[in-house]
């Protein structure tokens, strides 16, 4: 009893004192923490071994699955050699047949047993053959499924590894040529226990490799590829490359030998490497398995190390959490003290708190008559648009009035030029109507309608050009668009000596648009032109204008069609070129110019999808180009 009231007496006396307390626990958690470290060490530690020994022993399976890949393969070879279709060649041909009277036939069944065997022996469809090749004992080829055209066919290297004693088993090379190892196997062909021929095959690689080699590969962070005993890597072909190449592989040959898995750390351009590396010899071949794997793909980003150490860190942790969570249940006293007081401070706040709802109440009768005052605003501004859309439309108009006002000397002419002739044919109607035979007098009155006829398309033409209408969008042939604008300034070019060339294009350049504005853009643009070649003329009496017009497809098709108007005239300054757009903005002087062709013209072309450039040299001439989207699927432009 007086033990027991002892030990009570002193745990009451411990839990009396918090610091001492404290640092029991705090014994015990860091006891148990080190405990669960060290276990949590080992652990990674088998699980990196056992990794490494799952991985050694896929790579063992894959080894032995190539070497039955061959042993099946040197049965094939077999078979063939003991055939009855080369054994019949060789006794046919010791017995002293000849190749006219029988050898011949021989060879070609043997040629068809070859092809039939290359043809038939495939996996999932894939040939494992490439080539067989049958030679007599001097080396010269009896039968061979490669291209007759096909030269050097067996490389140097092959010829002189090719063993002329008998062997027990079928031999395999690998070996490179061209860039592209070849994998061989070859077989005596025997008769009466003499050597009368060899017997090679070729081996398809590629199936070799998909179906033995990479026929599971899932992650791109390791690899497997074939290399010979010398140490040299045979390529994959059509797979990722291996990271290891002959260099590191004869480096660590030696680690390979004696380990089983050989770390090596390299540089790539793509950056620091990782790697294990081991190989398995593959049984009866001269062929190594090798294999290779990211350390990263095995253990994961953080090594053992790095993990004791975080966990120790997340220990710490707790330690200081276990620290503050005493130090809060020792000053939850003085909380509880103030707890009252923040009672009291919680009712000011909610008498705050009413205070401050009215004020946004205030706040938000502001905030509704400022709503009303921007909604009024943007009715304003969007009736501000409507009178702006009509003022442009009107500047549109006054822009056509102004071309027709400056075409009106030029009009004059066309019509003065039509009248006259009708004017004189009437006449001589008249002086000499019964001395003209019925033809002359047909062939006049033909001449006076004709005239006529032009007379009225130039007069309704101005009509329909000066009229505003609604813009509306059809299909539109460029073509006509620019034979009508050049209806109306024929005359005016004719009487200023300004030469046109046209280069229309032949094909059916159609777009959707509004042959109307069109026509005052290509207008604006020949006006401007002509102004300018008649500046230049005043100044060079050996001056000759010329005014070239060229439609056709663009050739980068960004844009179907191309429009370009190319004069030689006076040209545009460098710092007048960027501002040739602008509102308002001309060089020509007071009256003789808005300012405004331009940049209407600009308008209408983006209205229409298109772009349009300008290019110039000051004295040389200017080039204008247009380019708008071409419809090719319609069926009214011709």
Not at 111 to 121: C, H, P, S, V, W
Not at 593 to 613: K, V
Request: aromatic share 8%; net charge neutral; with cysteine.
């Amino acid at each position: 009893m007086l033990g027991i009231r002892f030990s009570a007496l002193t745990w009451t006396k411990v839990f009396h004192r918090p610091s001492l307390t404290l640092t029991g626990a705090c014994a015990v958690l860091v006891v148990y923490i080190g405990l669960l470290m060290m276990s949590n060490y080992k652990h990674q530690v088998a699980l990196r071994e056992s990794t490494l020994k799952r991985f050694r022993l896929d790579v063992e399976k894959r080894a032995a699955s190539v070497g039955y890949f061959f042993s099946e393969r040197k049965y094939d070879l077999l078979a063939i050699a003991d055939s009855r279709e080369i054994l019949s060649y060789f006794k046919n041909k010791a017995q002293g047949m000849s190749e006219q009277y029988g050898l011949k036939v021989n060879l070609f069944v043997i040629a068809q047993m070859l092809e039939k065997t290359l043809a038939d022996k495939q996996i999932e469809g894939e040939s494992i053959y490439e080539r067989f090749l049958l030679t007599d004992q001097n080396g010269r080829a009896l039968a061979d499924t490669a291209s007759r055209n096909e030269t050097n066919l067996i490389p140097p290297s092959f010829r002189e590894k090719f063993p002329m004693n008998q062997t027990s088993t079928p031999t395999i090379f690998a070996d490179e040529r061209e860039g592209k190892f070849e994998i061989l196997m070859s077989w005596h062909c025997k008769y009466r226990n003499e050597l009368t021929g060899i017997l090679m095959v070729w081996l398809n690689y590629n199936t070799l490799s998909k179906h033995f080699i990479h026929f599971s590969e899932q992650s791109a962070m390791k690899g497997f590829s074939l290399a010979t005993t010398d140490g040299r890597l045979i390529c994959t072909h059509g797979r990722k490359k291996c990271p290891i190449n002959n260099k590191l592989l004869s480096e660590h040959n030696a680690s390979l030998s004696k380990d089983e898995f050989s770390f090596i750390s390299f540089t790539t351009p793509e950056g620091e490497r990782n790697v294990f590396l081991t190989r398995i010899s593959i049984r009866n071949t001269p062929l190594n398995l090798l294999a290779w794997i990211e350390k990263e793909e095995l253990f994961g980003d953080l090594s053992p190390w790095q993990l004791l150490i975080g966990t120790g860190a997340l220990a710490l942790v707790i330690l200081v959490g276990t620290g503050f969570l005493i130090r809060f249940n020792t000053n939850h006293l003085i909380l509880k003290a103030r707890f009252e007081d923040s009672e009291q401070q919680q009712k000011l706040l909610d008498r705050q708190v009413q205070e401050r709802s009215y004020e946004l109440l205030l706040t938000n009768e502001e905030l509704k008559k400022e709503i009303e005052q921007r909604t009024k605003a943007e009715a304003e501004l969007v009736k501000a648009y409507n009178e702006l859309k009509g003022t442009q439309a009107q500047l549109v108009q006054t822009a056509k009035l102004a071309s027709i006002g400056e075409l009106a000397a030029g009009v004059a002419h066309e019509l003065n030029q039509p009248l006259m002739a009708i004017r004189t044919l009437v006449q001589v109607l008249i002086r000499s109507f019964q001395k003209l035979p019925s033809g002359g007098l047909e062939e006049h009155l033909k001449t006076i309608e004709r005239n006529t006829g032009r007379m009225m398309n130039i007069i309704n033409h101005l009509r329909i050009f000066s009229r505003q209408s609604s813009v509306s969008y059809t299909d539109v042939n460029v073509n006509d668009v620019i034979n009508d604008a050049l209806l109306m300034v024929n005359e005016q070019l004719r009487l200023r000596n300004i030469e046109i060339y046209k280069t229309l294009g032949q094909d059916r350049l159609c777009c959707l648009g509004n042959p109307n504005q069109l026509e005052q853009v290509f207008l604006n643009l020949i006006t401007n032109a002509r102004d300018a070649i008649t500046s230049k003329a005043e100044t060079d009496t050996n001056y000759h204008g010329m005014l070239e017009i060229i439609t056709r497809f663009s050739a980068d098709r960004k844009y179907g069609i191309e429009i370009i108007f190319k004069d030689n005239g006076s040209g545009i300054s460098p710092e007048n070129i960027n501002r040739l757009f602008d509102p308002f903005f001309t060089t020509k002087e007071v009256g003789k110019g808005t300012g405004l062709g331009l940049s209407i013209s600009y308008g209408i072309i983006q209205d229409h999808g298109g772009s349009i450039a300008v290019t110039s040299t000051s004295s040389e001439g200017t080039t204008f180009t247009i380019c708008l989207p071409e419809k090719k699927d319609s069926l009214k432009c011709n």
